[in-house]
């Protein structure tokens, strides 16, 4: 994994028999990436040469109603997850640049794109379309997509097989807690609703990004504060959530008292950041048990 690309300081960790090697390295870009984790590969003897990798997967985050299941990655595909950009700004782009790099360095492998949004093609217009005028959903394709579908599949799948069950006989609610956090119904091993919505923002509280919020806030914020529609984005992406609220870190264990020694007014906003995200998973749970 590296981490905190671009930043001075980066880091890339492997993971070898169960054992965690981290180093801090000077991580630019993608191709950077792709270079350190081909060395590192060949440093713990789990190749001898890069054209013993056949295959390559990636998570993708968005894939629209463009790709329903996972494809094949030609220069057209990539042109299209980069143009899928706008349904989750955070992500595709970078993905983009990472299948880019692997295509660079490793051309005879196949590159696989898998897509968190389509194991979310299953839900109803009931639950995907907002209450807008049809065109912008004909035009702009605005709707709901959900994320996270890659890891929700699994688990619905692990959960039945604990349980003993066909996940065709199972009623499920999957709560993907991490920096991002999604909580999905699944029916019947399919996607019957899920919290994120046009992009990976909304839904409930997470760690930096807001969830949902009442539209008319974003232009009367704006107006108050004097910014523009791109610095809004940055607000609600990147200083909202666990972090806008406790003012303190996007990181919940920063926010628990028994693993951090808060005080006062910064306990007080820890304290009801936690209790926020707690609310909202209620929230999104309570509406998908019936």
Known sequence: ?????????????????????QEKIAISNS???????????????????????????????AGGEEFKDSALVDQETLQKIYDLKQYAPLHN???????????KF???????????TSFH??????????????KYYEKYGARKYGAHGISVRYISQKAAQILNRDIKDLK??????GSGASITAVKNGKSYDTSMGFTPVAGITMSSRSGDVDPSLLPFIMKKEDINIDQMMKILYHKSGLLGISGISPDMRNLRSNMTPLKGEKKARADLARNIFINRIIRYVGSYIL
Do not use: W
């Open 106 to 116: 490793l051309p005879d492998a196949a590159e696989v794109a898998v897509f968190d």
């Open 172 to 177: 499920l609610i999957v709560c993907h807690l």
């Open 1 to 21: 994994m590296a981490d905190r690309v671009g930043l001075d300081d980066s880091s890339f960790t492997i993971k070898v028999n169960g054992e965690k090697h």
């Open 31 to 61: 191709e950077t990436v792709v270079t350190i984790l081909l060395k590192k590969l060949k440093k713990y003897n789990l190749m001898d040469d890069p054209k013993e990798i056949i295959g390559i997967g990636h998570r993708i985050v």
């Open 121 to 134: 093609q299953s839900l109803d217009p009931v639950h995907y379309l907002y209450s807008l005028p049809y």
């Open 93 to 103: 782009a970078v993905e983009a640049d990472v299948i880019k790099a692997f295509m």
